[in-house]
């Protein structure tokens, strides 16, 4: 190597590292969650594709620390060839439940195991990449601000709000028990029918 060309290689190498140790501690809050909840499976198997080339290439090519890299990735290329791949192997986004049926578009109702795991996954990216700022207000606030709800189900939406809002007013601890009710209710209704 020559001199001047370490730099570059240590900044890499930093970022590598970094993105890996942020992608596993947001791993562990969610299965920490998940388990709350009662979701063991869903918890341990987690947000796996992660690891996977396509995905923690671009990540740490476009580590930032305070934010997800695919925002960075869709600024630089204008889409996020990354967030492509993750969302249409993750059940816990919304995104993947978009189907098309008679020339439209069809935005499916997330069954509750998958919309559960999705609000574990919104409070540990919360906590996360804000922090020592992150309050119980946080997931709510970056739902209202920045999430595009156009892509979501109505009754989805509906319960995530129901949920954040829960989260925000009586806390974590109370919403996770909420949440998990719903789930074994749900999935109860499911065998009656």
């Avoid at 809050?29 to 947000?47: E, Y």
């Avoid at 996977?52 to 997800?68: H, L, M, N, P, V």
């Avoid at 074994?184 to 209704?189: E, L, R």
């Amino acid at each position: 190597m020559k001199k001047g060309e370490f730099e570059p290689f240590f900044v890499l190498a930093m970022k590598i590292l970094k993105h890996f140790i942020t992608i596993t501690r947001h791993r562990h809050l969610v299965i920490k969650n998940c388990f709350r909840v009662g979701l063991i499976r869903q918890g341990l198997t987690h947000d796996l594709s992660k690891y996977g080339f396509s995905e923690f290439w671009a990540g740490a090519k476009y580590y930032q620390g305070s934010r997800s890299p695919q925002a960075r990735e869709r600024e630089v290329l204008g889409y996020s060839a990354a967030w492509l791949h993750h969302k249409g192997r993750n059940k816990h986004h919304f995104e993947y439940w978009t189907d098309f049926a008679d020339g439209r578009k069809v935005y499916v109702k997330m069954p509750s195991e998958y919309f559960a795991e999705m609000i574990c996954d919104r409070v540990a990216a919360s906590k996360i990449y804000l922090k020592k700022a992150y309050t119980d207000a946080s997931p709510l606030e970056y739902f209202l601000d920045k999430t595009d709800k156009d892509g979501m189900n109505d009754e989805t939406l509906k319960d995530l709000e129901y949920f954040l809002t829960m989260l925000k007013e009586k806390g974590e601890k109370y919403m996770f028990r909420q949440l998990k009710k719903f789930v074994k209710d749900s999935k109860n209704k499911g065998k009656r029918a």
